[in-house]
């Protein structure tokens, strides 16, 4: 093994528990405002939708539709980062793992319905935070918006609006849940990533995410550099 390579594996060990613990937080919020009962975000929904119609989980229909989410936008000029792959796969695996190991009751309180809707809006966020501080890529929707926004030249709230209304409306369609804890969640969301931005000290107007072809050049650039070296 090149000494290149052991640079590469270091850094990346060293942001490996943050991307961890930010797939296991999302895991986790996704699962508690499922569980709730009242309704989820817009990609939950058609996540579900999709476990309905095939023989998949939840987390397995999160795994394809990232995959097909991170083609399409790599086709419309986004190239993912590491962590983008990483997100297609490790959140839809943490999803089913926890579902497998933690049951969950609904519960007949709307009350606490609502707070663990609450609860699983603040792990999402703090969930994001934690994945997007290593800056080796954004999730595959956030590639697909940034994507269709270069393409088209239409602001980032339009192309959001049609890409979650469109995942919202076809997961209705196929028995996903939605409900007031759907708008809950769109309300929240915003505020507990920003907060979540605030208090960990992220910029996401400064963050600088390397993709793969970035860090595959910074790994060359290494390889080049000692091979130099080693011949002089």
């Given at each position: 093994?090149?000494?290149?390579?052991k640079?590469?594996?270091?850094?990346?060990?060293?942001?490996?528990?943050?991307?961890?613990?930010?797939?296991?937080?999302?895991?986790?919020?996704?699962?508690?405002t499922?569980?709730?009962?009242?309704?989820?975000?817009?990609?939950?929904?058609?996540?579900?939708?999709?476990?309905?119609?095939?023989?998949?989980?939840?987390?397995?229909?999160?795994q394809?539709?990232?995959?097909?989410?991170?083609?399409v936008?790599?086709?419309?000029?986004?190239?993912?980062?590491l962590?983008?792959i990483?997100?297609?796969?490790f959140?839809g695996?943490?999803?089913?793992?926890?579902?497998?190991?933690?049951?969950?009751?609904?519960p007949?309180?709307?009350?606490?319905?609502?707070?663990?809707?609450?609860?699983?809006v603040?792990?999402?966020?703090?969930?994001t935070?934690?994945?997007?501080?290593?800056?080796l890529?954004?999730g595959?929707?956030?590639?697909?918006?940034?994507?269709?926004?270069r393409?088209?030249n239409?602001?980032?709230?339009l192309?959001?609006?049609?890409?979650?209304?469109?995942?919202?409306?076809?997961?209705?369609?196929?028995?996903?849940?939605?409900?007031?804890?759907?708008i809950?969640?769109?309300l929240?969301?915003?505020?507990?990533v920003?907060?979540?931005?605030?208090a960990?000290?992220?910029?996401?107007n400064?963050?600088?995410?390397?993709?793969?072809?970035?860090?595959?050049?910074?790994?060359?650039?290494?390889?080049?550099?000692?091979?130099?070296?080693?011949?002089?």
């Amino acid at each position: 093994m090149t000494k290149a390579a052991k640079i590469t594996i270091k850094d990346l060990l060293i942001k490996s528990p943050n991307l961890f613990l930010g797939f296991i937080f999302f895991a986790v919020g996704i699962l508690l405002t499922r569980d709730a009962g009242m309704g989820m975000a817009p990609w939950g929904v058609f996540h579900v939708g999709l476990s309905n119609y095939f023989p998949i989980t939840m987390g397995q229909a999160t795994q394809l539709m990232g995959l097909l989410i991170l083609t399409v936008a790599f086709f419309l000029g986004q190239i993912p980062g590491l962590a983008s792959i990483m997100n297609m796969v490790f959140i839809g695996m943490f999803i089913d793992i926890l579902d497998a190991l933690v049951t969950i009751p609904t519960p007949d309180n709307s009350f606490v319905a609502v707070a663990m809707i609450l609860t699983g809006v603040f792990f999402i966020g703090w969930g994001t935070y934690f994945y997007l501080r290593v800056e080796l890529g954004a999730g595959p929707r956030d590639g697909l918006m940034e994507g269709l926004v270069r393409k088209t030249n239409r602001p980032v709230w339009l192309i959001r609006g049609i890409i979650e209304g469109s995942a919202l409306f076809v997961g209705f369609l196929m028995g996903g849940p939605v409900g007031f804890g759907t708008i809950l969640i769109a309300l929240t969301l915003g505020f507990s990533v920003e907060f979540a931005f605030k208090a960990g000290g992220y910029h996401s107007n400064t963050a600088r995410h390397i993709n793969l072809k970035e860090l595959w050049g910074k790994y060359q650039g290494v390889e080049n550099h000692l091979q130099y070296h080693r011949n002089l």
